[in-house]
Protein backbone atom coordinates (compact mmCIF):
# COMPACT_ATOMS: atom_id res chain seq x y z
CA UNK A 1 0.00 0.00 0.00
CA UNK A 2 1.27 3.37 -1.03
CA UNK A 3 1.94 5.66 1.98
CA UNK A 4 1.96 9.05 -0.33
CA UNK A 5 -1.34 10.80 0.77
CA UNK A 6 -2.80 14.16 0.00
CA UNK A 7 -5.46 13.65 2.48
CA UNK A 8 -4.96 15.95 5.46
CA UNK A 9 -7.55 14.37 7.56
CA UNK A 10 -5.42 11.40 7.68
CA UNK A 11 -2.14 12.75 8.48
CA UNK A 12 -4.18 14.63 10.88
CA UNK A 13 -5.49 11.56 12.60
CA UNK A 14 -2.29 9.72 12.78
CA UNK A 15 -0.32 12.91 14.24
CA UNK A 16 -3.09 12.81 17.08
CA UNK A 17 -2.25 9.23 17.76
CA UNK A 18 1.44 9.76 18.03
CA UNK A 19 2.58 8.21 14.52
CA UNK A 20 4.88 10.04 12.18
CA UNK A 21 4.27 11.64 8.99
CA UNK A 22 6.21 13.54 5.98
CA UNK A 23 4.83 16.93 5.82
CA UNK A 24 5.82 19.16 2.83
CA UNK A 25 7.22 22.40 3.37
CA UNK A 26 8.31 25.22 0.63
CA UNK A 27 12.64 23.98 1.56
CA UNK A 28 12.37 20.37 2.28
CA UNK A 29 10.05 17.78 3.28
CA UNK A 30 9.93 17.07 7.18
CA UNK A 31 9.54 14.12 9.26
CA UNK A 32 6.54 15.25 11.77
CA UNK A 33 5.43 14.35 15.07
CA UNK A 34 3.46 15.95 18.03
CA UNK A 35 6.61 17.40 19.82
CA UNK A 36 4.85 18.25 23.14
CA UNK A 37 4.96 14.16 23.31
CA UNK A 38 8.04 12.69 24.43
CA UNK A 39 7.57 9.19 23.32
CA UNK A 40 5.95 10.47 19.68
CA UNK A 41 9.35 12.74 19.61
CA UNK A 42 11.35 9.76 20.47
CA UNK A 43 10.32 8.05 17.18
CA UNK A 44 11.46 10.88 15.11
CA UNK A 45 15.57 10.16 16.68
CA UNK A 46 14.81 6.85 15.71
CA UNK A 47 13.43 7.13 12.65
CA UNK A 48 16.34 9.51 11.20
CA UNK A 49 19.19 7.35 13.23
CA UNK A 50 19.59 11.23 14.47
CA UNK A 51 21.81 11.95 17.68
CA UNK A 52 19.99 12.43 21.15
CA UNK A 53 22.11 15.97 21.13
CA UNK A 54 20.46 17.67 17.67
CA UNK A 55 17.44 19.49 18.56
CA UNK A 56 14.24 19.44 16.61
CA UNK A 57 12.51 22.82 14.94
CA UNK A 58 8.58 23.20 16.37
CA UNK A 59 6.05 23.81 13.48
CA UNK A 60 2.83 25.70 13.55
CA UNK A 61 0.57 28.57 12.28
CA UNK A 62 1.45 32.05 12.39
CA UNK A 63 -1.60 32.53 15.23
CA UNK A 64 -0.06 29.63 17.38
CA UNK A 65 3.43 29.31 17.08
CA UNK A 66 5.09 31.99 19.61
CA UNK A 67 3.03 30.46 22.49
CA UNK A 68 5.37 27.50 22.59
CA UNK A 69 8.15 30.51 23.48
CA UNK A 70 8.78 32.25 27.46
CA UNK A 71 9.21 35.19 25.99
CA UNK A 72 9.63 37.08 22.40
CA UNK A 73 12.51 39.20 21.63
CA UNK A 74 10.87 42.75 19.72
CA UNK A 75 13.69 41.65 16.67
CA UNK A 76 12.23 38.36 16.61
CA UNK A 77 8.82 39.91 16.49
CA UNK A 78 9.86 41.86 13.15
CA UNK A 79 11.39 39.10 11.80
CA UNK A 80 8.52 37.13 11.84
CA UNK A 81 6.18 39.67 10.70
CA UNK A 82 8.22 39.89 7.40
CA UNK A 83 9.31 36.52 6.75
CA UNK A 84 5.75 33.75 8.21
CA UNK A 85 5.10 31.91 6.39
CA UNK A 86 8.32 31.24 5.01
CA UNK A 87 12.16 29.59 5.27
CA UNK A 88 12.95 31.15 8.80
CA UNK A 89 13.38 29.33 12.03
CA UNK A 90 13.49 31.43 15.27
CA UNK A 91 15.15 29.82 18.40
CA UNK A 92 13.69 31.35 21.97
CA UNK A 93 13.29 30.63 25.15
CA UNK A 94 11.13 27.49 25.13
CA UNK A 95 7.87 27.50 27.12
CA UNK A 96 7.67 24.80 29.91
CA UNK A 97 5.39 22.92 27.70
CA UNK A 98 7.83 21.78 25.28
CA UNK A 99 9.46 18.69 26.67
CA UNK A 100 13.37 18.57 26.63
CA UNK A 101 13.71 15.31 24.03
CA UNK A 102 12.44 18.02 21.51
CA UNK A 103 15.39 20.71 22.27
CA UNK A 104 18.00 17.91 23.33
CA UNK A 105 17.88 19.57 26.93
CA UNK A 106 18.64 22.82 25.51
CA UNK A 107 16.59 25.80 27.45
CA UNK A 108 15.84 27.17 24.21
CA UNK A 109 13.28 26.08 21.11
CA UNK A 110 13.29 26.35 17.03
CA UNK A 111 10.20 27.91 15.44
CA UNK A 112 8.85 27.78 12.66
CA UNK A 113 5.66 28.66 10.49
CA UNK A 114 6.48 26.75 6.50
CA UNK A 115 5.00 28.29 3.76
CA UNK A 116 3.49 25.18 1.84
CA UNK A 117 -0.49 25.27 1.47
CA UNK A 118 -0.96 21.96 2.30
CA UNK A 119 0.94 21.65 5.23
CA UNK A 120 -0.47 24.96 6.35
CA UNK A 121 -4.19 23.28 6.32
CA UNK A 122 -2.76 20.91 8.51
CA UNK A 123 -1.73 22.91 11.11
CA UNK A 124 -4.56 24.38 11.26
CA UNK A 125 -6.59 21.26 12.37
CA UNK A 126 -3.93 20.54 15.09
CA UNK A 127 -3.92 22.26 18.66
CA UNK A 128 -0.32 21.20 19.06
CA UNK A 129 2.72 22.04 17.11
CA UNK A 130 4.49 19.52 14.67
CA UNK A 131 8.35 18.62 15.46
CA UNK A 132 10.29 18.28 11.81
CA UNK A 133 13.40 17.57 11.18
CA UNK A 134 13.85 17.13 7.03
CA UNK A 135 13.06 13.90 6.57
CA UNK A 136 16.20 11.61 5.83
CA UNK A 137 18.45 9.09 7.39
CA UNK A 138 21.33 11.55 9.30
CA UNK A 139 23.80 13.15 7.43
CA UNK A 140 22.08 12.51 4.10
CA UNK A 141 20.82 14.67 1.11
CA UNK A 142 17.82 16.50 2.30
CA UNK A 143 14.17 15.15 0.53
CA UNK A 144 12.34 17.97 -1.52
CA UNK A 145 9.79 15.17 -2.91
CA UNK A 146 7.58 12.76 -1.60
CA UNK A 147 9.07 10.27 -3.56
CA UNK A 148 12.40 10.68 -1.53
CA UNK A 149 10.76 10.38 1.85
CA UNK A 150 9.46 7.41 1.05
CA UNK A 151 12.34 5.50 -0.66
CA UNK A 152 14.34 6.32 2.35
CA UNK A 153 11.87 5.89 5.02
CA UNK A 154 9.11 4.63 3.51
CA UNK A 155 8.71 1.82 5.95
CA UNK A 156 9.21 3.99 8.94
CA UNK A 157 5.94 6.60 8.88
CA UNK A 158 2.38 6.71 8.75
CA UNK A 159 1.86 8.55 5.93
CA UNK A 160 3.68 10.42 3.47
CA UNK A 161 1.53 14.16 2.46
CA UNK A 162 2.50 14.81 -1.01
CA UNK A 163 2.98 18.68 -1.63
CA UNK A 164 4.46 18.08 -5.28
CA UNK A 165 8.60 19.88 -4.98
CA UNK A 166 9.92 22.11 -2.55
CA UNK A 167 9.74 25.47 -4.22
CA UNK A 168 12.65 27.12 -2.13
CA UNK A 169 15.09 23.46 -1.87
CA UNK A 170 17.13 24.37 0.90
CA UNK A 171 16.80 24.54 4.83
CA UNK A 172 15.16 27.47 6.44
CA UNK A 173 18.06 29.81 7.96
CA UNK A 174 17.84 29.96 11.86
CA UNK A 175 18.26 33.02 13.65
CA UNK A 176 18.75 33.03 17.62
CA UNK A 177 19.07 36.07 19.79
CA UNK A 178 22.49 36.34 22.05
CA UNK A 179 22.27 39.33 24.60
CA UNK A 180 19.78 41.25 22.62
CA UNK A 181 21.80 40.98 19.52
CA UNK A 182 20.10 38.69 16.36
CA UNK A 183 22.84 35.50 15.07
CA UNK A 184 22.52 33.26 12.31
CA UNK A 185 23.20 29.73 13.01
CA UNK A 186 22.57 28.13 9.61
CA UNK A 187 22.16 30.13 6.34
CA UNK A 188 18.94 28.93 5.08
CA UNK A 189 16.52 29.89 2.23
CA UNK A 190 15.90 33.64 3.45
CA UNK A 191 19.59 35.55 2.72
CA UNK A 192 21.44 37.47 5.68
CA UNK A 193 20.60 40.24 3.21
CA UNK A 194 16.82 39.98 3.58
CA UNK A 195 17.18 39.41 7.55
CA UNK A 196 19.35 42.67 7.73
CA UNK A 197 17.23 44.87 5.82
CA UNK A 198 14.38 44.15 8.61
CA UNK A 199 16.86 44.30 12.10
CA UNK A 200 20.09 45.37 11.17
CA UNK A 201 23.34 44.27 11.20
CA UNK A 202 23.50 40.06 12.06
CA UNK A 203 26.11 38.09 13.21
CA UNK A 204 26.77 34.34 11.06
CA UNK A 205 28.41 32.16 13.10
CA UNK A 206 27.53 28.86 11.06
CA UNK A 207 30.99 27.58 11.74
CA UNK A 208 32.27 23.78 11.18
CA UNK A 209 32.16 22.26 14.60
CA UNK A 210 31.97 18.74 15.91
CA UNK A 211 29.67 20.10 18.85
CA UNK A 212 27.22 21.97 16.95
CA UNK A 213 24.29 24.18 18.12
CA UNK A 214 22.91 23.00 14.81
CA UNK A 215 23.69 19.77 13.10
CA UNK A 216 23.72 21.44 10.13
CA UNK A 217 26.94 22.56 11.54
CA UNK A 218 28.63 19.40 11.53
CA UNK A 219 31.61 19.46 9.20
CA UNK A 220 29.74 16.70 7.15
CA UNK A 221 26.25 16.96 6.76
CA UNK A 222 23.87 16.45 3.71
CA UNK A 223 26.62 14.38 1.58
CA UNK A 224 25.94 11.55 -1.27
CA UNK A 225 27.83 8.44 -0.90
CA UNK A 226 29.77 9.24 -3.84
CA UNK A 227 32.81 12.07 -3.47
CA UNK A 228 31.58 15.29 -4.13
CA UNK A 229 34.70 17.71 -5.14
CA UNK A 230 34.09 21.32 -4.47
CA UNK A 231 36.23 23.44 -5.99
CA UNK A 232 37.60 27.06 -6.95
CA UNK A 233 39.10 25.97 -10.59
CA UNK A 234 38.11 23.41 -12.77
CA UNK A 235 42.42 22.77 -13.01
CA UNK A 236 42.22 21.94 -9.21
CA UNK A 237 40.61 18.34 -9.86
CA UNK A 238 41.43 15.78 -12.78
CA UNK A 239 38.56 14.98 -15.66
CA UNK A 240 37.79 11.62 -16.53
CA UNK A 241 35.11 9.94 -18.46
CA UNK A 242 33.34 8.99 -14.92
CA UNK A 243 33.48 12.60 -13.58
CA UNK A 244 29.97 14.72 -13.71
CA UNK A 245 29.66 18.05 -13.50
CA UNK A 246 26.86 20.11 -11.03
CA UNK A 247 27.14 23.42 -13.04
CA UNK A 248 25.99 27.20 -12.45
CA UNK A 249 25.41 29.62 -15.15
CA UNK A 250 28.56 28.02 -17.71
CA UNK A 251 29.17 25.35 -19.76
CA UNK A 252 32.27 23.42 -19.62
CA UNK A 253 34.19 22.08 -23.03
CA UNK A 254 33.59 18.21 -22.08
CA UNK A 255 30.93 15.86 -23.47
CA UNK A 256 27.54 17.16 -22.64
CA UNK A 257 25.47 14.07 -21.01
CA UNK A 258 27.90 15.23 -17.90
CA UNK A 259 27.00 18.29 -17.53
CA UNK A 260 24.21 18.64 -15.24
CA UNK A 261 22.70 21.94 -14.50
CA UNK A 262 21.85 23.35 -11.07
CA UNK A 263 20.85 26.63 -13.58
CA UNK A 264 22.08 27.02 -16.75
CA UNK A 265 20.92 30.97 -16.65
CA UNK A 266 22.87 31.56 -13.43
CA UNK A 267 19.85 31.77 -10.79
CA UNK A 268 20.43 31.38 -7.38
CA UNK A 269 16.98 30.59 -6.55
CA UNK A 270 16.81 28.11 -9.20
CA UNK A 271 19.97 26.27 -8.16
CA UNK A 272 18.50 25.97 -4.76
CA UNK A 273 15.92 24.40 -5.93
CA UNK A 274 17.74 21.85 -7.61
CA UNK A 275 20.67 21.25 -5.56
CA UNK A 276 19.63 18.50 -3.18
CA UNK A 277 17.77 16.71 -6.01
CA UNK A 278 20.62 16.58 -8.76
CA UNK A 279 22.71 15.47 -6.17
CA UNK A 280 20.69 12.56 -5.31
CA UNK A 281 20.40 12.10 -9.04
CA UNK A 282 23.81 11.80 -9.83
CA UNK A 283 24.37 9.49 -6.44
CA UNK A 284 22.03 6.72 -7.95
CA UNK A 285 24.03 7.62 -11.46
CA UNK A 286 26.49 5.62 -13.24
CA UNK A 287 29.39 8.51 -12.65
CA UNK A 288 31.99 7.70 -9.70
CA UNK A 289 32.55 11.45 -8.77
CA UNK A 290 30.72 14.50 -8.51
CA UNK A 291 32.88 17.98 -9.53
CA UNK A 292 31.69 21.62 -8.84
CA UNK A 293 32.69 24.87 -8.31
CA UNK A 294 31.41 27.25 -5.35
CA UNK A 295 29.11 29.48 -6.59
CA UNK A 296 29.48 33.51 -6.03
CA UNK A 297 29.26 34.18 -2.42
CA UNK A 298 25.62 36.23 -3.06
CA UNK A 299 21.91 35.83 -2.78
CA UNK A 300 21.60 32.00 -1.67
CA UNK A 301 25.17 31.26 -3.08
CA UNK A 302 26.36 31.59 0.68
CA UNK A 303 23.41 29.04 1.95
CA UNK A 304 24.14 27.08 -1.39
CA UNK A 305 28.00 26.94 -0.47
CA UNK A 306 27.42 26.28 2.76
CA UNK A 307 25.78 22.59 2.09
CA UNK A 308 28.29 22.26 -0.81
CA UNK A 309 31.28 22.44 1.84
CA UNK A 310 29.64 20.08 4.30
CA UNK A 311 29.07 17.60 1.43
CA UNK A 312 32.24 17.70 -0.04
CA UNK A 313 35.43 15.37 0.80
CA UNK A 314 37.56 17.51 2.43
O1 LIG B 1 13.72 24.11 6.62
C1 LIG B 1 13.82 23.52 7.69
O2 LIG B 1 14.22 24.07 8.73
C2 LIG B 1 13.44 22.03 7.72
C3 LIG B 1 11.92 21.92 7.51
C4 LIG B 1 11.41 20.52 7.63
O3 LIG B 1 11.25 22.79 8.37
N1 LIG B 1 13.83 21.43 8.95
C5 LIG B 1 15.12 21.17 9.23
O4 LIG B 1 15.27 20.48 10.42
O5 LIG B 1 16.03 21.48 8.52
P1 LIG B 1 16.65 19.79 10.85
O6 LIG B 1 16.34 19.10 12.13
O7 LIG B 1 17.18 18.98 9.74
O8 LIG B 1 17.56 20.99 11.16
C6 LIG B 1 17.17 21.84 12.20
C7 LIG B 1 18.35 22.47 12.85
C8 LIG B 1 19.17 21.42 13.52
O9 LIG B 1 20.48 21.48 13.00
C9 LIG B 1 19.12 21.79 14.97
O10 LIG B 1 20.32 21.53 15.60
C10 LIG B 1 18.79 23.28 14.91
O11 LIG B 1 17.91 23.38 13.83
N2 LIG B 1 18.12 23.70 16.12
C11 LIG B 1 16.93 23.29 16.58
N3 LIG B 1 16.67 23.82 17.77
C12 LIG B 1 17.73 24.58 18.10
C13 LIG B 1 18.07 25.38 19.24
N4 LIG B 1 17.27 25.48 20.28
N5 LIG B 1 19.26 26.02 19.22
C14 LIG B 1 20.09 25.93 18.17
N6 LIG B 1 19.82 25.17 17.07
C15 LIG B 1 18.65 24.51 17.05
MG1 LIG C 1 18.46 18.09 8.40
New binding site residues.
Given amino acids: MSKITVDIQKAAQALSENGLVGIP?E????LAANGLVQSAVQKIFKAKERPSF????L?STKSKIFQWAKEVPAKAKLLADEFWPG?L?L?LPKSDVVPFET?SG?D???L?V?NHPLTLELLDLLEFPLA???ANPFGYI?PTSAQHVVQQLGDRVDYVLDGGLCKVGI??T?V?FENGRAVI??L??LTQEMIEDVIGTVMVQTNLSSN??????LSVHYAPKKPLFLVTDYSDVQDDSATAYMLFGERLNVSRERQFFLSEEGNFYEAASKLYALMRKLDDSKYNRIVVKKLPEESLGSAINDRLVRASVK
Fill in positions: TTVYGDPLIHPTVTLTVGRPAPSSESIGYRGGPKASGM
